[in-house]
C-alpha cells in the first residue's frame, strides 16, 4: 500500500507555469513507477507523464511533449511534474498513480494507487 498527496495546482494564464508534487508515504517509494494523469470535465482519464522506478526511463503523452518534464527524488519520496507553456486545454484535474514494480507503467491499468488530485486551470 501507498499513500499519494498532490499539491502544487492552481490558476494560472495561458504560457504560464505551474509545478505539481506527489507525496508519497507507505512502502518502498523506489518499488513503484509513477504516474500523472488528468482528467478534464466530460472526458476520461489520460495518462500525461509516467517515469520508471528508478527514474531512467520517461514516457509523455504528445499533447505535452516538449511542454512537461516528469521527475522524481527516491530519497524525499517525491514525484514532480513541471508543466510550461501551458494551454487552455491542459486544465483539468491532475492526480498522481503508483504502478507495481515490474508493471505496464506506460498503460493506465497498471496503476494502482492513486491520489485525490489537484485542480489546474489554464485561463485564456
Known amino acids: 500500500q501507498v499513500q499519494l498527496v498532490e499539491s502544487g495546482g492552481g490558476l494560472v494564464q495561458a504560457g504560464g507555469s505551474l509545478r505539481l508534487s506527489c507525496a508519497a508515504s507507505?512502502?518502498?517509494?523506489?518499488?513503484?513507477?509513477m504516474g500523472w494523469f488528468r482528467q478534464a470535465p466530460g472526458k476520461e482519464r489520460e495518462l500525461v507523464a509516467a517515469?520508471?522506478?528508478?527514474?531512467?526511463?520517461?514516457y509523455y503523452a504528445d499533447s505535452v511533449k516538449g511542454r512537461f518534464t516528469i521527475s522524481r527524488d527516491n530519497a524525499v519520496n517525491t514525484v514532480y511534474l513541471q508543466m510550461n507553456i501551458l494551454k487552455p486545454e491542459d486544465t483539468a484535474v491532475y492526480y498522481c498513480?503508483?504502478?507495481?514494480?515490474?508493471?505496464?507503467?506506460?498503460?493506465?491499468?497498471?496503476?494502482?494507487?492513486w491520489g485525490q488530485g489537484t485542480q489546474v486551470t489554464v485561463s485564456s
Open positions: 498513480a503508483a504502478a507495481n514494480y515490474g508493471s505496464a507503467w506506460h498503460e493506465k491499468v497498471a496503476y494502482a494507487y
Open positions: 507507505g512502502r518502498t517509494f523506489s518499488m513503484f513507477a
Open positions: 517515469i520508471s522506478w528508478s527514474g531512467g526511463s520517461t
